[in-house]
Each structure stands twice: as structure tokens, then as C-alpha cells.
């Protein structure tokens, strides 16, 4: 019993996750590519890829320089408000996760690898 | 006989006159061979009473495809792939994010959109079938199989940025995020000269109640669709739940008629799959074209008509069908009840 507390407790503190329309999404690790892409099922089954770029919008008027050093960021392609971001190797869920709650960031997440679906 | 002669002299100066705002524009579109087996499109009574299907099935298009055929509306696709050398489909633009150029890039299980583009907008052309919106101008967006985050939002600039009224996505992933829902608000509330593009997605297939699950469906501003059989009743299949706005034929035990990838490669072994074809076209991939061809048509009556105007018409305008009661106009299995064309296009001034 005390081992399956233990288990949750670490699942609860040290388990990845991201933030979505202002709610932490769990996220469990499934596999990793060959070329560092981390593959994880959601609660619902669903699989997500993370590689290493992340998606942000920053409030208007942001130094967004300071962030890019700070964080150690490159950027790879704006699209409107949105930057894409390249992040060091295997930290893209930890830096959006940090960038997230920063109040110059609207919101920041992994560049999702997605399966898409037909329907 | 001087009556006669006035009678006739009358006739020559009315075929004289011509006043371009009193012409009334009628389209032929009822010798496609086909026809007579889109139950979704309008009612045929020998087919309807051998096929037992429900004689409110389809959307009551009430001969309006004589006078609405999409014309001057630019409808999006993005899905994998559609035949282009198609005798039913004029494709006007194409853009493929596989190839990063107006090339398509084919592959052998890359049937979907061909399928869904033809609901919408196969030609009146006496070939096979009708789409819905038959004058519409089809802009297709090739997808990934799986793709990042980043490029499904470069699928949607590049569908406003190629013209698009209306995107029409069948497909979905279950999943949702910041950075999509921020694409969608900013098209549906700049896109178009601030009119807003309209962006439909399709609910699913999984009978799945989406208030536990996220997914593209759900996001805001968009219009969820979910697909009716022709009992003209949910389809089994379709997700449900607090975001699903409107339902259109998708079929279940009869699918939905329409292009297939020309020769032996597609879903048959036909240019067409058939309602009866054992892969039959069904789901809400089916419904969302429908209703995507709908909203064209609502846009060539009146091009000002926004998403809150859209959605305005669908709560008061869809017909409330099913078991289940509508409390405010709506419920979680029939959204705000199934597409009525014919309401919907006398809703509009």
C-alpha cells in the first residue's frame, strides 16, 4: 500500500505534463525515438510526440530577446503572434512549462507531433 | 384575332426586355446519374420507399440547388489527398505540405479527401454526382498523416491565405492546444475582411462523449458537426456532448455517395463509391462536408454573413429531430438539431 502511495506521490510531483487552455495535462512517457522525439499517451489513449521546438505567444511589447537568452532558445519561424522555438536537447516540456507561467507569456507548449485522424 | 396579335406582340416585348435584376438564375443540376441516390441531398421517392429511409433524412434542399450552387465561395478542404484529374471536381488551388508546392503527393491509402471534396462540390455536369455547393471553387490542403503543431496552423494561413470563405476539416486528434485555438479565433474574427472564415470540424466516430476528452471539435469559434443516418437519427458512431453545434447526414447502414479516386485505386473499384458499396463513405467525415456545402450556399445569398450570424441560424433554424429533449434549443447528441437548408436560406435577408 505504502509503495502504491509512493508511486502516486512521484507520478503526481515528478510526472510530465503541459499546460492546455489553462489546465496541466498528465502525460505519460510511451517510447523515444531514435532521434530524441518523446512519445507519450494521454489520459484519453491518445499519443503525442515532443521533439525539441516549443510554440509561444508573449504579450504584446515583450522583450522576447531576453527570453530566447534566458532560456537558451532559437528561433526558427514566427508565424503571426506565434514564435517557434528551438530548445536544447530534451527540455521542451520543462522550458514551456517554465515559460507558461511567466505573466509576458499568453502561452507556451511543445510543438506537438500529432497523428492525424480521418474521420 | 386582333387579341391574338396583341397577345403575341406582348409576348416579343416582354422576351425584348432584359433587366439582368429580375433574371432569376435557374441551374440544372438533376440529370447527374447518380443523383437519384444522394439521400442526403434531397428526397426521391422510388429510391427512398426500396431503401426504407426516412423521408426527412436528407436536408431539404427544396429545388434551392436550382438557384444556390456555391458560386464566388471558396471552400477549403484540408485532408490527404484528392484526385485532380476527377471528371465530377474542378479543383481551383492546391497546396500540399508534404511537397511544400501545389504538387500533391499521392499514396495508395490517401482516399479521404477525394471523397470529402466530392460532397461538396462535384460538378453539375452530367457525369455522376451532385456536391452540395456544385459551383463552389475548391481550394485542397494536403495534410500529413501526423504532422507538428506548426503546420497544422500553416495549413489554416495558407488555406486564408489562398482566399478561403469556409475550411472544412474531417479529421481531428483528439487533443487540443493554446496555439491552434489562437489561430482559429484570429481567422474566424479577422479572416475574410473581418467577416471571419468559417471552420468546421467533424465530431468523430467513436461514440465518445467529447466532454471527457478534448479534441479540435471542441474549440471555440469553430462548428462542431456530427452525422445522422437515414433513420434520420444520430448515427450510432457520433461523438456527442456540450460542444456539438449541428448534425448532417453521414450515414451508417447507407454512406454517402461520392467521388472516389478515379479506376481501381480508391474506395471501389469505380470513379464513385456508392451508398451501398461495401466501403461505403460514412461518418462525420461525411456530415462535414455536407454541412460545410450548406454554409457556402448561405454565404453566395448573403457573403456578410459572419460565424455569429451562422451559428444564430443554426440554433434557430436546424430541425429538432430525435429522441432527446432540446432544453434552450439544444442537446449534447443532436447539438442544436440537424441541417435544414431550405430554414436556413429563408432565414437569410
Known amino acids: 500500500m505504502k509503495k502504491i502511495f509512493l508511486l502516486f506521490c512521484v507520478t503526481f510531483l515528478f510526472g510530465e505534463y503541459f499546460y492546455s487552455n489553462n489546465k496541466k495535462i498528465e502525460l505519460n512517457l510511451i517510447s523515444t525515438s531514435r532521434d530524441g522525439v518523446k512519445f507519450y499517451s494521454l489520459k484519453n489513449g491518445e499519443i503525442l510526440g515532443v521533439g525539441n521546438y516549443i510554440l509561444v505567444r508573449f504579450k504584446k511589447g515583450v522583450d522576447v530577446l531576453k527570453y530566447e537568452k534566458e532560456f537558451n532558445l532559437t528561433l526558427i519561424k514566427k508565424i503571426k503572434n506565434i514564435y517557434i522555438f528551438k530548445t536544447p536537447f530534451n527540455q521542451a516540456l520543462e522550458i514551456s512549462n517554465k515559460m507558461y507561467k511567466l505573466s509576458d507569456v499568453i502561452f507556451a507548449h511543445p510543438d506537438f507531433i500529432h497523428i492525424m485522424k480521418k474521420r | 384575332m386582333k387579341s391574338l396579335i396583341f397577345l403575341i406582340l406582348l409576348l416579343f416585348i416582354g422576351c425584348g426586355k432584359s433587366d439582368k435584376e429580375n433574371t432569376i438564375v435557374v441551374n440544372s443540376y438533376s440529370n447527374e446519374p447518380l443523383l437519384y441516390q444522394q439521400w442526403s441531398i434531397e428526397y426521391n421517392q422510388t429510391f427512398y420507399e426500396d431503401n426504407q429511409i426516412d423521408k426527412d433524412a436528407n436536408i431539404h434542399t427544396n429545388d434551392l440547388l436550382k438557384k444556390y450552387s456555391g458560386k464566388g465561395i471558396k471552400v477549403a478542404v484540408i485532408d490527404d489527398y484528392v484526385d485532380i484529374n476527377h471528371e465530377d471536381l474542378v479543383i481551383s488551388k492546391t497546396y500540399s505540405i508534404i511537397t511544400n508546392s501545389e504538387r500533391l503527393e499521392y499514396s495508395s491509402d490517401y482516399l479521404h479527401g477525394t471523397a470529402v471534396t466530392g460532397v461538396i462540390a462535384a460538378r453539375a455536369n452530367k457525369k455522376g454526382i451532385l456536391g452540395i455547393a456544385y459551383n463552389s471553387e475548391i481550394i485542397f490542403i494536403q495534410m500529413k498523416s501526423s504532422m507538428r503543431e506548426s503546420e497544422m496552423i500553416e495549413l489554416f494561413e495558407k488555406a486564408k491565405e489562398l482566399g478561403a470563405d469556409i475550411i472544412s476539416c474531417s479529421w481531428g486528434t483528439y487533443t487540443q492546444s493554446d496555439a491552434l485555438q489562437d489561430e482559429i479565433n484570429d481567422l474566424v474574427i479577422n479572416g475574410r ?100 456545402g450548406v454554409i457556402a450556399l448561405m454565404l453566395e445569398k448573403n457573403p456578410n454573413l459572419t460565424y455569429n450570424d451562422i451559428m444564430e441560424i443554426i ?11 432540446y432544453v434552450n434549443g439544444r442537446n449534447d447528441y443532436y447539438g442544436y438539431g440537424k441541417v435544414n437548408l431550405f430554414n436556413y436560406l429563408n432565414a437569410i435577408k
Not at chain 2, 440554433?315 to 429533449?325: A, L, T
Open chain 2, 193 to 292: 475582411d473581418k467577416k471571419g472564415i468559417i471552420i468546421l470540424f467533424a465530431v468523430g466516430n467513436d461514440n465518445k462523449n467529447l466532454d471527457e476528452v478534448d479534441d479540435e471539435s471542441k474549440m471555440k469559434n469553430v462548428i462542431a458537426v456530427g452525422a445522422t443516418d437515414s433513420d434520420n437519427k444520430r448515427a450510432v458512431y457520433s461523438n456527442y456532448g456540450s460542444d456539438l453545434d449541428v448534425m448532417a447526414p453521414g450515414g451508417y447502414y447507407y454512406g454517402i455517395t461520392t467521388t472516389d479516386i478515379l479506376g481501381n485505386d480508391g474506395y471501389s473499384s469505380d470513379n464513385y463509391n456508392l451508398y451501398d458499396d461495401k466501403n461505403a463513405f460514412a461518418g462525420t467525415s461525411a456530415a462535414t462536408p455536407i454541412m460545410s
Open chain 2, 315 to 325: 440554433k434557430n433554424y436546424s430541425d429538432k429531430i430525435g429522441k432527446y429533449e
